[in-house]
């Protein structure tokens, strides 16, 4: 089964930048789609960006021209970088990978998330 580890959250300024980076470990088929998901504080939880496997890119739409989100297949990693951050962007951003299993099944995994703090 694959697991995920986030990392790069932070305090940082508005205005500031952050890049968030998620690395997928152990064992499965195949890694399909990656997301960023992010939750803040008395909210549900949200869709931030999407990669499918062939690099194709979906964002929500506050934070469209503002996040990128990449991808590097041989190093299974996803990476969001994140510009122009603002105080509504403060949340604890989740890595998600929708996998084929070793046992071909499909499995959805969550990272535990890293917290991204932006002042005012």
């Known amino acids: 089964q694959v697991q995920l580890a986030e990392s790069g959250g932070g305090l940082v300024q508005a205005g500031g930048s952050l890049r968030l980076s998620c690395v997928a470990s152990?064992?499965?088929?195949?890694?399909?789609?990656m997301y960023w998901y992010r939750q803040a504080s008395g909210k549900q939880r949200e869709l931030v960006a999407g990669?499918?496997?062939?690099?194709?890119?979906s964002y929500a739409d506050s934070v469209q021209g503002r996040f990128t989100i990449s991808r590097d297949n041989a190093k299974n990693t996803v990476d969001l970088d994140m510009n122009n951050l603002k105080p509504d962007d403060t949340a604890v951003y989740y890595c998600?990978?929708?996998?084929?299993?070793?046992?071909?099944?499909?499995?959805?995994?969550w990272g535990q998330g890293t917290l991204v703090t932006v002042s005012s």
């Open positions: 998600k990978a929708g996998t084929i299993t070793t046992s071909y099944k499909y499995l959805e995994v």
């Open positions: 152990g064992s499965a088929a195949s890694i399909n789609t």
């Open positions: 990669i499918g496997s062939g690099g194709d890119t």
